[in-house]
């Protein structure tokens, strides 16, 4: 909540014991005091991706505000969107969805063509608090927005040739 170091030993504490690997992606209540200097040290770069099983991921920092900027670093997602062949499904993960207050209008439009450019499969986002799945209106790749600790659910991707199934488990 609010970026000091002993929030992230406390999350990193919690979270060690897992049994499955675990990619975090910055949020923007962790760029507050020097949250994102002790991110970077313990979890890693803030915009990186990576393949796995003929999937392309995509972790970009689209934290505006917070940062007291007015872009993310749109032509670095561009780029780092860009696959070949060998590549089914290509997934983004950002904190803020591009519809949410911190996006400008003009924002949220580059995002969208980006995404529908790259041919982006589901582009997955936190930060409202409420559980999405499903098109907006005016953009055509699917978006997945996780809920919160208080939905008491994991959200799981079946990811198969031609599509990805997103199912809820509570607990």
């Known amino acids: 909540m609010s970026g000091i170091h002993r929030e992230f030993v406390w999350f990193n504490d919690i979270t060690s014991s897992l049994r499955h690997p675990m990619t975090t ?21 803030l915009n990186f991706s990576f393949d796995y099983n003929n999937c392309h991921f995509v972790f970009f920092d689209d934290i505006i505000l917070e940062k007291n900027m007015e872009d993310p670093d749109f032509e670095w997602l561009h780029r780092a969107l860009e696959t070949d062949e060998t590549i089914t499904h290509v997934f983004l993960i950002s904190h803020i969805p591009p519809w949410s207050d911190p996006f400008s209008i003009g924002n949220r439009y580059l995002f969208y063509k980006i995404l529908e450019d790259q041919k982006v499969t589901l582009s997955i986002h ?18 997945l927005v996780s809920g919160d600790a208080t939905d008491r659910e994991i959200i799981i991707l079946e990811v198969q040739q031609d599509t990805v199934l997103v199912n809820r488990k509570s607990f």
């Not at 910055?26 to 979890?43: A, Q, R, T, W, Y």
């Not at 936190?126 to 978006?143: I, L, M, Q, Y």
Request: charged share 15%.
């Open 25 to 45: 992606i910055i949020g923007n209540h962790d760029f507050l005091s020097n949250g994102s200097l002790v991110f970077e040290n313990m979890f890693g770069p």
């Open 126 to 143: 936190g930060h409202t608090h409420s559980f999405f799945n499903g098109n907006r209106a005016d953009c055509e790749v699917p978006f």
